[in-house]
């Protein structure tokens, strides 16, 4: 079936350190893929999304590569702000099995915490 | 856009009352889903409508769970009666479906936060 694996957490970082989130998935066929992001009280929140091998997405300094070979969807961003302390979600959307309905699979989120 | 609106913020409630949670989607979105969320088991679907309909409704944990959406603008959750095992983060989200495309992505609301002693 299909599956999305990320990281443990959390994730505890200084200010401007380099952060990397991993995800991995199990899918047939090509699904696309999301990076949620969910702050503390507030529903999810789409950061980015990628809908066919080789793309990127990008958002707010943050990026992530669909990589078809690796089944992967990393989540990446160069220099974290404390602002950015949230828990993170990668998704992938697939069709459902009646060819109709659109199923999404989430991950179980990563906290990331980003100190002063 | 005022995105998806779910109410209430908050519910306590006692075991064995019944708990209606409501949403209403983005406007000219067709499909919306329900879900759950705890720490046990994250996020996890009960039940998504495409233009009023209810198409998948294999999540819902029980008999004691419902849903409905009456119009286009307008579903709820109900749960009679509740138990204290329901205590969870309860998210609405939406989407506007574009022909056979998955590519859409989901719009959450703010989520109902229940509380069942």
């Known amino acids: 079936g299909n599956s999305v694996t990320q990281m443990e957490g959390p994730v505890t970082l200084s200010e401007e350190a380099f952060l990397t989130i991993n995800c991995t998935y199990t899918a047939t066929g090509y699904p696309s893929l999301f990076w949620y992001v969910q702050y503390p009280g507030e529903g999810l929140q789409l950061l980015l999304k990628?809908?066919?091998?080789?793309d990127k997405g990008s958002n707010k300094g943050f990026e992530a590569t669909y990589r078809k070979e690796t089944t992967s969807f990393h989540l990446e961003k160069g220099s974290v702000q404390v602002s950015d302390s949230a828990v993170y979600f990668c998704?992938?959307?697939?069709?459902?099995?009646?060819?109709?309905?659109?199923?999404?699979?989430f991950g179980p989120g990563t906290r990331l915490s980003v100190l002063p | 856009d005022a995105g998806v609106i779910q109410s209430p913020r908050h519910e306590v409630t006692e075991m064995g009352q019944e708990v209606t949670l409501r949403c209403k989607p983005i406007?000219?979105?067709?499909?919306l889903f329900w879900y759950r969320q705890t720490m046990m088991r994250g996020l996890e679907l009960l039940i998504y409508?495409?233009?009023?309909?209810?198409?998948?409704d294999s999540g819902m944990p029980e008999d004691r769970f419902s849903a409905k959406m009456p119009n286009a603008s307008f579903s709820t959750l109900k749960i009679q009666p509740s138990e204290p095992r329901d205590s969870a983060v309860y998210f609405c989200?939406?989407?506007?479906?574009?022909?056979?495309?998955?590519?859409?992505?989901?719009?959450f609301g703010n989520g109902t936060r229940l509380t069942v002693t």
């Open positions: 989200a939406s989407s506007l479906r574009k022909g056979s495309s998955y590519n859409s992505p989901l719009h």
């Open positions: 998704a992938l959307s697939r069709l459902s099995r009646d060819n109709y309905g659109q199923n999404f699979v």
């Open positions: 409508f495409n233009n009023n309909v209810p198409i998948d």
């Open positions: 990628a809908t066919k091998a080789d």
């Open positions: 406007s000219g979105h067709d499909y």
